[in-house]
């Protein structure tokens, strides 16, 4: 990676991780004002996602001036350097602001079009979840263990998560997300990241979804795939623009549930 080294990188996602816990976490099961964002329906964002991104983006200005940055509540920060920064402060606002937590920060770094590194932290519990080119792990506090997918081999036995039935357009997605929660064994709603983090970490099989930014999806990749699963659209097509996403914890029951998905 030009003059960056992994262990720059890990270094200096730790310490994004840092910055943005500082950030939020005065916030969390406090009194605060929502503001909604959304239109037709509730999208809520608080002073705790809009200072953890002001955090990591300046912490990122002043070590990689010419790197490109995305972020969810400021958008793009144009850069001269084939690298690039996608930022989600708080996925699943939701989930933060009503004290579960299952919330968590999603920074990823790119280099063109292909995902590098992803991290997903959640300070209150104080996970980290990481995905890199030299593999996938979780750790809390001292404790660290290798992220690996399980060998789920068919949809009958599998476990499918979806963030909320909402997020399916009526006509189209919804029907093919209930085709596919028909064969599954369990379908569970509402932990956003931290779903493709369990499949990472082998406690899940599927995460199917709709509606995604680029920002909650980049550093998912990174994790998902290090840890030997498969994320995509649902054309089995690379994620490079959120939209409708797939993670599987393997080949082959990503193809089957592709299979229903186009089906139904």
Same mark, same amino acid.
């Given at each position: 990676?030009?003059?960056?080294?992994?262990?720059? !990188?890990?270094?200096?996602?730790?310490?994004? *991780?840092?910055?943005?816990?500082?950030?939020?976490?005065?916030?969390?099961?406090?009194?605060?004002?929502?503001?909604?964002?959304?239109?037709?329906?509730?999208?809520? =964002?608080?002073?705790?996602?809009? *200072?953890?991104?002001?955090? !990591?983006?300046?912490?990122?200005?002043?070590?990689?001036?010419?790197?490109a940055i995305l972020g969810e509540?400021?958008?793009?920060?144009?850069?001269? *350097?084939?690298?690039?920064?996608? !930022?989600?402060?708080?996925?699943? &606002?939701?989930?933060?602001?009503?004290?579960?937590?299952?919330?968590?920060?999603?920074?990823?770094?790119?280099?063109?079009?292909?995902?590098?590194?992803?991290?997903?932290?959640?300070?209150?519990?104080?996970?980290?979840?990481?995905?890199?080119?030299?593999?996938?792990?979780?750790?809390?506090?001292?404790?660290?263990?290798?992220?690996?997918?399980?060998?789920?081999?068919?949809?009958? &036995?599998?476990?499918?998560?979806?963030? *909320?039935?909402?997020?399916?357009?009526?006509?189209?997605?919804?029907?093919?997300?209930?085709?596919?929660?028909?064969?599954a064994r369990l379908t569970r709603?509402? =932990?956003?990241?931290?779903?493709?983090?369990?499949?990472?970490?082998?406690?899940?099989?599927?995460?199917?979804?709709?509606?995604?930014?680029?920002?909650?999806?980049?550093?998912?990749?990174?994790?998902?795939?290090?840890?030997?699963?498969?994320?995509?659209?649902?054309?089995?097509?690379? =994620?490079?623009?959120?939209?409708? =996403?797939?993670?599987?914890?393997?080949?082959?029951?990503?193809?089957?549930?592709?299979?229903?998905?186009?089906?139904?």
């Amino acid at each position: 990676m030009s003059l960056l080294t992994a262990t720059e !990188i890990l270094k200096f996602l730790d310490k994004l *991780a840092d910055l943005s816990a500082a950030a939020i976490l005065p916030h969390f099961r406090a009194q605060l004002t929502i503001e909604n964002k959304g239109h037709g329906q509730f999208d809520p =964002v608080t002073v705790a996602d809009r *200072a953890a991104e002001r955090v !990591i983006v300046e912490a990122i200005q002043q070590q990689f001036p010419t790197h490109a940055i995305l972020g969810e509540e400021y958008g793009a920060h144009a850069g001269t *350097a084939s690298y690039r920064w996608i !930022i989600d402060p708080i996925d699943g &606002t939701r989930a933060f602001v009503s004290g579960v937590p299952t919330w968590g920060t999603l920074i990823g770094l790119w280099h063109g079009e292909t995902p590098l590194y992803g991290m997903m932290t959640q300070p209150f519990i104080g996970e980290r979840f990481i995905g890199s080119p030299d593999g996938a792990w979780w750790s809390r506090g001292n404790a660290r263990a290798p992220l690996h997918t399980r060998q789920s081999s068919s949809l009958a &036995t599998a476990s499918l998560f979806a963030t *909320a039935p909402e997020m399916f357009e009526p006509a189209f997605e919804w029907p093919r997300f209930q085709a596919l929660a028909a064969r599954a064994r369990l379908t569970r709603y509402g =932990v956003d990241c931290y779903a493709y983090c369990l499949l990472a970490a082998g406690h899940i099989d599927l995460v199917v979804e709709a509606g995604l930014g680029l920002y909650d999806v980049a550093a998912l990749i990174p994790i998902v795939e290090a840890a030997g699963g498969i994320i995509t659209d649902w054309t089995g097509q690379p =994620v490079r623009a959120g939209g409708r =996403v797939i993670a599987a914890a393997t080949i082959a029951l990503h193809a089957e549930a592709l299979a229903v998905l186009g089906g139904a």
